[in-house]
């Protein structure tokens, strides 16, 4: 099966960095604090300490992430998005060794300026150490299924129409991207869209086009089967 | 063709069903075996909801939502195998030692790259204090010229020998995976990191043994140089690996000659970074420990020995002829 995993942009990416940064920033106070008033005695070695933690934090947190959480750091979780091998795989721990060195690449100059660079080059959005290690980032959706339309047309009123209206699929997309926002819109933005569409369509089938909101409702309803049924 | 809310209507359970399966915030694995199966099952009956959806043309938004759920689906029932030690062993026992004599060449050119200029600062700085000067920062001189003064007779203090430990963990493999990381510039940054790092080294010996503490400060980098500064040329030499890679692509496209040589890059930087964690081993312990100075040396003599039949050895036997 085909499935479209749609790869994150870097505003999403970014954000999610920036929730990770934080988190290493705050683990990273915590230990200073408790090394500042718990290591007076045994200054030398917990600097050593303190120090090995700052290493792990800054080279290690990613790879541990993504190999503990199967692709994404917290930061990532939050928004979403996980680290995929290129072909849907999960990602080994070669690869997230490998995509999260090469962060130390896509930082420079400064702030992932070539990470963008590359992402925007890239059709994928990929920066260098994705390319590298053949990983994407990909936004998890979790879409929800809205409630079926529900129109009140009675059969005469469908009858009107032919049985199979001769409307495209994308005409008819935009049909239901309409309908499902006529409650959230004006009454005079609802005709001026309506207008839009509701016209040609009319001529089309040899329909006065007096209403036009209505008449997308029925043709809409005439296609999907619904509300064949009148209510009573 | 049935109506889209009818099927919506009839199918819709069990996408509920297998969402709430996803959502149990446990790894699927952890749960029990019904309902793995059970969340198997409905991700194949998904995987058939979906193709009708798209053949049907049924509206955007409810493939969105499929697209999105077979995709979680996804995820969540192909799990990477989780690591196994004995691979992971055998990347440094085999894996590395191989990949490294396959690319003696390029180790060969980083070796020189870093060599080169440490040769160059050292002459220098050993024949006059201003050349020193204007590599090393005056408030860098004044620091060495006091930490080696003294040599190791007394040792150092447990306490300090940690904190110089953590500090070269952080400080010296950060520069290697940065020596590293920075090839992907077609080699530029790594070039520039073995000259640089190659150069500072050179001068800093250069500088000390002019100040006369030549026996201390030998005695003390003796111990470690044989990992560190291999490390840090094989990161080198991955690093100039990474940015060949993108040049001579031997026919394939650039990327597909990146990808093709992931793997090995990767091997390489994990081995470096291994030897780098054994030297800051012997940097923060060994080296600055009270040893008399023969033994040190004898020592030294030990772990280049080690090192090179390590490196030129391991995984040689069964290794596959190319």
Redesign the interface.
Known sequence: ?R???PVAGPGRRAAAWMIDAAIRAAIAGVVILCAVIGGLA???????????I??VL??GYYLFCE?LF??SSPGKRALGL?V?KEG???????DS??RN?????DF?PFGFALGVIAMTIDGRCRR?GD????TLV?V???????Q??AFHFSPEELETLPRRPPVS?DE??AI??FL?RTGTLSLAREAELAQMLAPRLAARMGLPDDKSARLLALIYARV???GAVAKP | M?????F??AR?AE?EELERLLGKGK?LHALPPSEISRAAALYRAL?AD??RARAA?Y????T?????L???A??AL???PP?RWDV?LALFTRDFPRTLRRRARLLLVAALLFLAPGLFGFVGALRSAEFAARVLPEATLVELDKAYAKGFDEGR???????????Y??NN??IA??C??????FGL?SVFFLLYNGLVIGTVLGAVMRAGHGRNILTFIVGHAPFELTAIVIAGAAGLQ?GLALIDTGGRTR?GS??AQ??E???L??GAAAMLAVAAVVE?FWSPSSVPAPIKWAVAAGNALAVALYLGGAGRAREPRS
Request: with cysteine; aromatic share 10%.
């Open positions: 099966v499935f479209g995993l045994t200054k030398g070695a917990t600097q050593g300490i303190v120090l090995l700052l290493f800054e080279w190999t199967a692709g996980r995929i849907g795989f999960p990602i080994t721990l070669l060794f490998l060195l090469l962060r130390a690449a420079l260098l390319l590298v290690a053949g990909v998890e959706e979790r879409a929800r299924v809205g079926p339309l699929a008819l997309e239901e991207l499902r999907r089967g619904t | 049935i109506a889209q809310d009818q919506v209507a819709r996408w790894r995987c979906l193709m043309r509206a955007h938004e409810l969105t939502y499929l697209d999105g077979a995709s979680r996804h995820n192909y799990v990477a690591p992971a203090d447990a306490g300090s020998d940690g904190a110089m430990f953590g500090f963990v952080w493999v950060g995976f940065r590293f990381a920075t090839g992907i510039l940054g990474l990327l990146l990808r992931a793997r890059i990767g091997v930087v994990a923060g």
